[in-house]
C-alpha cells in the first residue's frame, strides 16, 4: 500500500514510524513531514491546509490511504473533500471535528446528553466574561472557543490571572478569532489522564490510557503548552476507573454524535479529569493527542493499518486489537522560550548510537544543509519502552541528555507521578 500522512509534528512521525512497521505499507509519505518524517517516508512540500494539492498528489501517486494528523485540516473539511473524489482517508469529517473546534459546540454536546464535565457560561462581551469570574472567583478555567494551537487554556490561579486572560484572548485578540467567544470553566481538580479511542460511526473502541504534563516547567508550574512530556500506562488511575470514563463519557458521546445525524469516524480524544465525584471531560479533541501518541501507538500491537481501515470501512468492531504490557514515556525537548517566543534554525546533534528500546520523535525540526535544526516550539519527543514506568523514564532521560542544542530545555519529572 501507498500511504500519505499529513501533518509535520510528532504526532505524524509517530504515526508513520508505526506505519512503517506494517507489511502491508511499502511507501510512505508525508505532507509536508519534518527531518524526522524524512528518514522514513518521502517528504513532500504541500502544506496541510492545501486540500486540493493534497487530493491532486493523492490521485497522482495512486495513494491507498490518508492518514490526516492536525486539528486545523480536519476542521476545514479536507475528509469531506477527499471522500468526494472517493479517495481512503482516515478522521472525522468536518461537522464531526468541530467536537475540537469550537469549545462551545463541546459543551453544548455534553449538557444535552448528560456527559460529565465542569460547569461552564460561554461569553461573547468581555466585561460580561469580567463580572462572572469576580462573582465566581479564583481558581477558575478561561478557554478561547476556538483553535488556539493548544495554548487557549489558562487555569488561573487568582482572579487577576483570570482577568488578564479574558482581556488577551477578547479584547487583544492574541488568539486571533479563536477568542472572539470564551468558555469560563469550573476548576476540578484531581489527577489527569488522556483517553483516545477509535470510532468508526458506531463501534467506539478505546486506546491504552496515557497522561500528559501541560505546564512547562517541572511541579506542573508555569504557562500551558501543547504537552511536556506523557507516559503509559497511568498505573495509579485504577481500571474501573478508565472503564467508568468509557462507559459515562466515550460511549455516549459516540452515541450522542450518531442521534445528532453526524457520522464519527477517526480518533475521539477525550482529555479527562479523574475528580472525587468521577471522571470528568476537560475537552475533546477530534485526533490522536500530541505527545500522547508517541507512547500510545509504540503500545500498539496490531497492524495500525487494519485499524485505519476497519474505521474507514465500519468494520471496527470485527477487529481484536492488543496492546502491549510495556510501559512508554516520551520526554519532550523544546526550544528556548517555549511556549512564547522562541529561536529556529538551531542545530541539533544526536549520539552515535540510541538504545534499541528509544525512538526519538521529531516534532518541531526540519533539514538544513544536510542537518536537522529547530523549526518549532516542541522540537523532540524522546519515547523510550520498557517492562516498568521507571525503567521507561531511565531510559528517556539517558538519551535526552546526549542530544544537544543551544537553549534546549525539558522537564526532569516526566511518569513522576506514576513512581510512587
Known amino acids: 500500500m501507498r500511504v500519505l500522512v499529513i501533518g509535520n509534528g510528532g504526532r505524524e512521525h509517530a504515526i508513520v514510524t508505526k506505519l ?13 513531514g519534518n527531518a524526522g518524517t524524512a528518514i522514513l517516508a518521502e517528504n513532500v512540500a504541500i502544506g496541510v491546509s492545501e486540500q486540493e494539492r ?17 486539528e486545523v485540516p480536519l476542521i476545514e473539511g479536507i475528509v469531506d473533500q477527499f471522500e468526494l473524489l472517493n479517495l481512503p482517508i482516515f478522521g472525522p469529517r468536518k461537522a464531526a471535528a468541530i467536537i475540537e473546534g469550537s469549545k462551545t459546540f463541546a459543551k453544548e454536546m455534553m449538557q ?60 487583544e485578540k492574541v488568539f486571533g478569532d479563536a477568542g472572539d467567544q470564551v468558555v469560563i470553566e469550573e ?18 473502541i478505546p486506546m491504552v490510557i496515557s497522561q500528559d504534563h501541560k505546564p512547562v516547567f517541572d511541579g506542573d508550574k508555569g504557562p500551558n503548552t501543547g504537552g511536556m512530556g506523557t507516559y503509559s ?47 470528568k471531560v476537560i475537552e475533546f479533541n477530534a485526533r490522536f493527542g500530541d505527545p500522547e501518541t508517541q507512547v500510545v501507538l509504540p503500545r500498539l500491537k496490531t497492524d495500525l493499518v487494519d485499524v485505519f481501515l476497519a474505521v474507514i470501512e465500519g468494520r471496527l468492531g470485527e477487529l481484536k486489537i492488543e496492546w502491549s504490557d510495556q ?35 521529531h516534532a518541531g525540526t526540519k533539514e538544513q544543509d544536510g542537518k536537522a535544526v529547530t523549526a518549532g516550539g516542541r522540537v523532540l519527543g524522546v519515547t523510550a519502552l520498557g517492562s516498568t514506568i521507571q525503567e521507561s523514564q531511565k531510559r528517556a532521560y539517558e538519551t535526552v541528555e546526549k542530544i544537544r542544542f543551544e537553549g534546549a530545555h525539558y522537564r526532569k519529572d516526566i511518569a513522576a507521578k506514576a513512581i510512587l
Not at 478555567?141 to 482572579?159: E, F, H, P, R, Y
Not at 512508554?328 to 538504545?355: H, K, N, R, W
Open 20 to 32: 512503517a512497521q506494517s507489511k502491508r505499507v511499502s511507501q510512505i509519505y508525508c505532507a509536508p
Open 54 to 70: 493534497l487530493a491532486e498528489f493523492a490521485i497522482a501517486n495512486a495513494i491507498d490511504l490518508t492518514i490526516v494528523g492536525p
Open 112 to 171: 444535552k446528553y448528560a456527559i460529565p464535565t465542569a460547569k461552564y457560561q460561554v461569553f461573547t462581551n468581555s466585561n460580561e466574561a469580567l463580572a462572572y469570574v469576580r462573582q465566581e472567583g479564583a481558581p477558575i478555567v478561561i478557554k478561547a472557543d476556538g483553535l488556539a494551537a493548544g495554548k487557549g487554556v489558562v487555569v488561573a490561579q487568582t482572579l487577576a490571572e483570570a482577568e488578564q486572560a479574558i482581556v488577551e484572548a477578547m479584547d
Open 187 to 204: 476548576y476540578l481538580t484531581g489527577q489527569e489522564i488522556s483517553l483516545m479511542a477509535f470510532v468508526d460511526g458506531t463501534t467506539a
Open 233 to 279: 500506562p497511568v498505573p495509579q488511575i485504577a481500571d474501573e476507573i478508565v472503564q467508568q470514563a468509557i462507559d459515562t463519557i466515550i460511549y455516549p458521546m459516540v452515541d450522542a454524535f450518531h442521534q445528532e445525524g453526524i457520522v464519527y469516524k477517526g480518533v475521539l480524544y477525550a482529555g479527562l479529569m479523574i475528580t472525587d465525584e468521577g471522571p
Open 327 to 361: 510501559a512508554a514515556v516520551c520526554v519532550v525537548m523544546t526550544s528556548p522560550g517555549y511556549p512564547g517566543s522562541y529561536p529556529s534554525g538551531l542545530e541539533i546533534t544526536f549520539p552515535e548510537q540510541i538504545d534499541s528500546h528509544t525512538i526519538v520523535i
